[in-house]
């Protein structure tokens, strides 16, 4: 079956210290993977995606996330954390067995990441 | 966010009375999608749609209908409330220009309570 996981719940990182989330995938194919953000009672943010080319994908306020193939990665990362950094992140997959007839997303849980000052 | 709008933001109903949720872009996008989202849970698929009139299941989509009479409107109806449909509804929509793994992009949720 086609998933998305995110081993982690919590991220908890010193603010100035490098911060990672992690996603794995399982799916067939080639994917298309997603990073969301979501800040406290508002909607999901796109922060980047990864669909072909170069492993390491640059996206919004800073953040990056490495594709990993024969690991089945696609890590968040960003070299210095901000308070404001704080909040759910969410990895997703694009649903293979419908591709771009729908666009459909498969979601992982979720991670908070908490950034102390 | 990406001009998308859901009525209402927040909606306190009792079991059994019928809710419509709707959700109203400016985008011109072909496809538009309701999930919701629950604690451990993270965001689940329960409608799609891929244009007008053409709509599809997600994979919780008991209980909910949708319709699509035009573009820029997608209705989520709960026939019958219950209070497992507590929840923060979101909608989502996504262009069929944009090459190659076309993004999601979401409104701002509807928080509903079922007493």
């Known amino acids: 079956a086609q998933s998305v996981a995110q081993p982690e719940d919590q991220v908890n990182v010193a603010e100035g210290n490098p911060l990672t989330v992690k996603c794995t995938y399982s799916?067939?194919?080639?994917?298309?993977l997603f990073w969301y953000v979501q800040y406290p009672n508002r909607g999901l943010q796109f922060l980047l995606k990864?669909?072909?080319?170069?492993?390491l994908v640059k996206g919004s306020y800073g953040f990056e996330a490495e594709f990993n193939k024969s690991q089945t990665s696609f890590h968040l990362k960003k070299p210095s954390a901000l308070v404001s950094d704080s909040a759910l992140y969410f990895c997703?997959?694009?649903?293979?067995?419908?591709?771009?007839?729908?666009?459909?997303?498969?979601f992982g849980t979720g991670t908070l990441l908490a950034v102390q000052p | 966010d990406a001009g998308i709008t859901q009525s209402p933001r927040h909606k306190v109903t009792e079991t059994g009375t019928p809710v419509t949720l709707r959700c109203h872009q400016t985008?011109?996008?072909?496809?538009m999608y309701w999930y919701r989202q629950d604690p451990g849970h993270g965001l689940r698929l329960i409608h799609y749609?891929?244009?007008?009139?053409?709509?599809d299941k997600g994979e919780v989509s008991d209980g909910y209908s949708v319709s699509r009479s035009k573009t820029e409107d997608f209705l989520l109806t709960l026939e019958s409330a219950t209070s497992s449909q507590t929840s923060v509804y979101f909608c989502?929509?996504?262009?069929?220009?944009?090459?190659?793994?076309?993004?999601?992009?979401f409104g701002p949720g509807t928080r509903l309570t079922v007493l």
């Open positions: 989502a929509i996504s262009s069929s220009l944009e090459t190659g793994g076309n993004t999601q992009y």
């Open positions: 799916v067939s194919g080639n994917p298309y």
């Open positions: 990864y669909i072909t080319g170069d492993n």
């Open positions: 997703a997959v694009r649903d293979p067995l419908y591709g771009g007839a729908t666009n459909k997303l498969i």
């Open positions: 985008e011109n996008h072909r496809y």
């Open positions: 749609s891929y244009g007008v009139k053409d709509t």
